[in-house]
């Protein structure tokens, strides 16, 4: 399935698996009524996006259980290609010893560590992804190369 631009819709079980690779990601919160963005380190949990944050912007939004954006993506400048899932949910500071437990077993470091870090947990409410490829035949669309 495409969308209105020729993009391909992702399913949902291919965003997962996207996101299941972990990596660096981007963080979009509210700063001041301002939108922010940060990249991120993070690992996936039952669905969840969860990353490693110290005293900050990404940990107040966190603290506050508002709802914030992450997205991750892949390009191939050469090729003209790449994709994007993009997850949308409740932020929330993980506080319980069984839960952080857990989290400690995935392969998640912070690059800048502290000693006030502290995992947060994205609770996924809508995921998406779009992919970008030159499959024209499945498309519908028509490409004139070389004009």
């Known amino acids: 399935m495409r969308d209105r631009r020729g993009l391909r819709i992702l399913p949902i079980t291919e965003c997962l ?36 944050s110290n005293r900050g912007s990404k940990l107040s939004a966190a ?9 991750v993506d892949h390009m191939d400048a050469m090729a003209h290609t790449g994709w994007s899932v993009l997850v949308v949910g409740h932020a929330h500071v993980v506080t319980g010893r069984a839960e952080i437990a857990q989290l400690d077993a995935l392969p998640l470091r912070p690059w800048a560590s502290s000693d006030d870090d502290q995992y947060v947990r994205i609770t996924a409410g809508v995921i998406s992804g779009r992919e970008l490829t030159h499959d024209v035949a499945d498309s519908g669309v028509s490409v004139q190369i070389g004009a």
């Open 17 to 52: 698996l996207r996101l299941g690779r972990g990596g660096v990601g981007r963080v979009a919160v509210t700063v001041k009524a301002l939108p922010a963005i940060f990249p991120v380190n993070y690992a996936v949990l039952d669905g969840d996006v969860v990353f490693r």
């Open 63 to 71: 603290t506050d259980h508002a709802v914030i954006a992450f997205e």
